[in-house]
């Protein structure tokens, strides 16, 4: 029998998360009031712009960039495929990346192969951290693009960038960094971080689909991708959605202002599902650092078991949560961050991705507990 709508238990908000209503309600009002092209020169035209351009300066205030860095995108793939592309010259050279990347990363960085462009891959240590021993020292000389997910999807695991900003500092190597998880649940200031660009989408933070950003900092040189317009000051063209902007910059300053009482309150919840699946489910493996890692992720795996089933499982049982990255889903491939980190075979293909937002409330926790552990219990018997 399926469990009613109602009774369900998010636990997927690695790869989406709900608008807020009042993001909703804003993005409906902005498509109902200033629907004109913000390109337009008539005044229902400006008034679009103003809407579009508010927001920009929100999002730019926001993150600690200035407002002419911002350029808007569809979201958090588009911005990858935009940097990691429009930073490379054409020539034949090589991309340094951590092992392990999303596959918009991945995917992106393999159709380049073609035109000579090798990956250099930083290994990871056990807890999913990259293993910095040595960046200083290797070869730069052929590296045209460094790139690095902040605070990765599958294990919730923060870099430590640093050392990775130095060495691209000292070789003057572009760095872009993958903030789509990290942004809206960890303080982030771009002109601090020492990157170059980096990506975000809305949907990640509680605001609309189909919106995002990718921030450059000024004065580096990005060779459009979309062939168009000249929209974004020619870096992406087609018509900006003002609409979702403004959904966008809302939704942000919400996440940014409520940040710690959120951060608190999810890392509370995570803690309490992983104590709980802990006590009921033994034995069980938390993958990734524990101290250093996004407060609202539980990578967890139930060895014995088969991932896939299990998930399958869960979902009957009311339970919506992944085995990872939702642009992998159909893949029957383990996670390569797993793989990376050196996990043993039954560590990595039992493994499910738990994934809280501060809408998820204790008593959600405590029932996903009870239902997660019958299922693993039963079919552990």
Same mark, same amino acid.
């Given at each position: 029998?399926?469990?009613?709508?109602?009774?369900?238990?998010?636990?997927?908000n690695?790869?989406?998360?709900?608008?807020?209503?009042?993001?909703?309600?804003?993005?409906?009002?902005?498509?109902?009031?200033?629907?004109?092209?913000?390109?337009?020169?008539?005044?229902?035209?400006?008034q679009?712009?103003?809407?579009?351009?508010?927001?920009?300066?929100?999002?730019?205030?926001?993150?600690?960039a200035?407002?002419?860095?911002?350029?808007f995108?569809?979201?958090?793939?588009?911005?990858?495929n935009?940097?990691? @592309?429009g930073?490379?010259?054409?020539s034949?050279? /090589?991309? #340094?990346?951590? *092992?392990?990347?999303?596959?918009?990363? =991945?995917? +992106?960085?393999?159709?380049?192969a073609?035109?000579?462009?090798?990956?250099?891959?930083?290994?990871?240590?056990?807890?999913?951290?990259?293993?910095?021993?040595?960046?200083?020292?290797?070869?730069?000389?052929?590296v045209?693009?460094?790139?690095a997910?902040?605070?990765?999807?599958?294990?919730?695991?923060?870099?430590?960038?640093?050392?990775?900003v130095?060495?691209?500092?000292?070789?003057?190597?572009?760095?872009h960094?993958?903030?789509?998880q990290?942004?809206?649940?960890?303080?982030?200031?771009f002109?601090?971080?020492?990157?170059t660009?980096?990506?975000?989408a809305?949907h990640?933070?509680?605001?609309?689909?189909?919106?995002?950003?990718?921030i450059?900092?000024?004065?580096?040189?990005?060779?459009?991708?979309?062939?168009?317009?000249? @929209?974004?000051?020619?870096?992406r063209?087609?018509t /900006?959605? #003002?609409?979702? *902007?403004?959904?966008?910059?809302?939704? =942000?300053? +919400?996440?940014?202002?409520?940040?710690?009482?959120?951060?608190?309150?999810?890392?509370?919840?995570?803690?309490?599902?992983?104590?709980?699946?802990?006590?009921l489910?033994?034995?069980?493996?938390?993958?990734?650092n524990?101290q250093?890692?996004l407060?609202?992720?539980l990578?967890?795996?139930?060895?014995?078991?088969?991932?896939?089933?299990?998930?399958?499982?869960?979902?009957?049982?009311?339970?919506?949560?992944?085995?990872?990255?939702?642009?992998?889903?159909?893949?029957?491939?383990p996670?390569?961050?797993?793989?990376?980190?050196?996990?043993?075979?039954?560590?990595?293909?039992?493994?499910?991705?738990?994934?809280?937002?501060?809408?998820?409330?204790?008593?959600?926790?405590?029932?996903?507990?009870?239902?997660i552990?019958?299922?693993v219990?039963?079919?552990?018997?």
């Amino acid at each position: 029998m399926a469990i009613p709508a109602s009774q369900r238990i998010f636990l997927d908000n690695n790869s989406t998360t709900r608008p807020l209503d009042d993001v909703v309600d804003l993005v409906a009002e902005q498509y109902r009031t200033h629907y004109a092209n913000p390109g337009s020169a008539h005044a229902d035209g400006r008034q679009a712009r103003r809407v579009l351009e508010d927001a920009r300066e929100q999002l730019a205030s926001l993150l600690g960039a200035h407002p002419q860095e911002v350029i808007f995108t569809s979201g958090g793939t588009e911005s990858i495929n935009l940097a990691i @592309q429009g930073f490379l010259s054409g020539s034949p050279g /090589e991309i #340094v990346l951590p *092992a392990g990347e999303h596959p918009a990363t =991945l995917n +992106t960085i393999r159709r380049l192969a073609p035109r000579g462009m090798k990956q250099i891959q930083l290994p990871l240590d056990a807890g999913g951290r990259i293993q910095t021993e040595g960046l200083l020292e290797q070869n730069w000389e052929h590296v045209q693009l460094a790139t690095a997910i902040l605070a990765h999807n599958e294990t919730g695991v923060i870099q430590d960038i640093a050392p990775l900003v130095e060495a691209c500092q000292k070789h003057h190597i572009p760095l872009h960094l993958d903030c789509v998880q990290a942004i809206g649940k960890i303080p982030f200031h771009f002109h601090d971080s020492g990157a170059t660009a980096v990506s975000l989408a809305a949907h990640k933070f509680h605001g609309p689909r189909g919106v995002g950003a990718l921030i450059v900092k000024e004065g580096a040189r990005l060779l459009p991708q979309i062939a168009g317009g000249h @929209q974004e000051r020619g870096k992406r063209a087609g018509t /900006e959605p #003002v609409a979702l *902007a403004a959904g966008m910059a809302q939704a =942000l300053a +919400t996440a940014v202002r409520e940040q710690e009482q959120r951060s608190s309150q999810t890392a509370a919840l995570r803690d309490r599902l992983q104590k709980g699946l802990q006590e009921l489910c033994s034995p069980t493996v938390i993958n990734g650092n524990r101290q250093h890692r996004l407060p609202n992720t539980l990578n967890i795996s139930f060895p014995g078991l088969d991932g896939e089933a299990l998930l399958i499982s869960l979902d009957l049982a009311g339970i919506s949560c992944s085995l990872g990255s939702a642009c992998a889903s159909g893949s029957r491939d383990p996670a390569p961050v797993l793989l990376a980190m050196g996990c043993e075979e039954r560590v990595y293909r039992s493994a499910v991705r738990l994934s809280l937002s501060f809408l998820n409330t204790k008593e959600e926790i405590d029932a996903a507990i009870l239902r997660i552990s019958k299922v693993v219990n039963q079919q552990r018997s």
